[in-house]
């Protein structure tokens, strides 16, 4: 069936440092792409997407390309801050409106 | 405002019992969806329904029930054959994919469910 598969975290990192969240997934079709994330004690929220094979989303400096032949959305980000810190999604959606999860990533940012 | 409003927030029940948690949203989506989220295991799907009085199974419907006979409305019922039901859920909305919606999903705030 279809998947997404994330980097297990805790990722720790420090401030200004370059993140990267590795996310794949195994789907039926051509899935649309999206990382959300979910800050403390706060819901989830839409980060960024993706539709079709190519497409780069792009939000608050973070950036995904939706790779096709690699079947990824690798979330990155080139300079972490301590507000960054936070839970991360990687989910896909697919033509009949089925929307999967990841298990998430959490994100420590050291100041 | 608009929005997804869950009910109730926290809820206790004694194994045995079926219990049937709400979600009302005015947002005129016609997608909504439950799921479960566990320590270490993410969202995950339970059901969802693109259209009134339609729904299908997601990853783990078993032990679950819904109905969608109003377009604002989408309970789900945990019944006594859900083995594990201790967990916290999430009812969420989406818009279509297509020309100016992005397809996200608009979460309530959840209600956890606690089997004594």
């Known amino acids: 069936g279809d998947s997404v598969t994330q980097m297990e975290g805790p990722v720790t990192l420090s401030e200004e440092a370059f993140l990267t969240i590795n996310c794949t997934y195994t789907?039926?079709?051509?899935?649309?792409l999206f990382w959300y994330v979910q800050y403390p004690g706060e819901g989830l929220q839409l980060l960024l997407k993706a539709t079709k094979a190519d497409d780069k989303g792009s939000n608050k400096g973070f950036e995904a390309t939706y790779r096709k032949e690699t079947t990824s959305f690798h979330l990155e980000k080139g300079s972490v801050q301590v507000s960054d810190s936070a839970v991360y999604f990687c989910?896909?959606?697919?033509?009949?409106?089925?929307?999967?999860f990841g298990k998430g990533t959490r994100l420590h940012i050291l100041p | 405002d608009g929005g997804i409003t869950q009910s109730p927030k926290y809820l206790f029940r004694k194994e045995g019992q079926n219990v049937t948690l709400s979600c009302e949203q005015n947002?005129?989506?016609?997608?909504m969806y439950w799921y479960r989220q566990d320590p270490g295991q993410g969202l995950r799907l339970i059901y969802y329904?693109?259209?009134?009085?339609?729904?299908q199974k997601g990853d783990i419907a078993e032990g679950y029930s819904v109905s969608r006979e109003k377009k604002e409305s989408f309970p789900l019922t945990v019944t006594s054959a859900q083995k594990n039901p201790t967990a916290f859920y999430l009812c969420?909305?989406?818009?279509?994919?297509?020309?100016?919606?992005?397809?996200?999903?608009?979460f309530g705030e959840g209600s956890r469910l606690t089997v004594l």
């Open positions: 947002l005129n989506h016609d997608a």
């Open positions: 989910a896909l959606r697919r033509r009949d409106d089925k929307i999967i």
């Open positions: 789907a039926t079709g051509y899935p649309s």
């Open positions: 969420a909305s989406s818009t279509p994919m297509g020309g100016s919606n992005t397809g996200e999903l608009f």
């Open positions: 329904s693109q259209i009134v009085n339609d729904f």
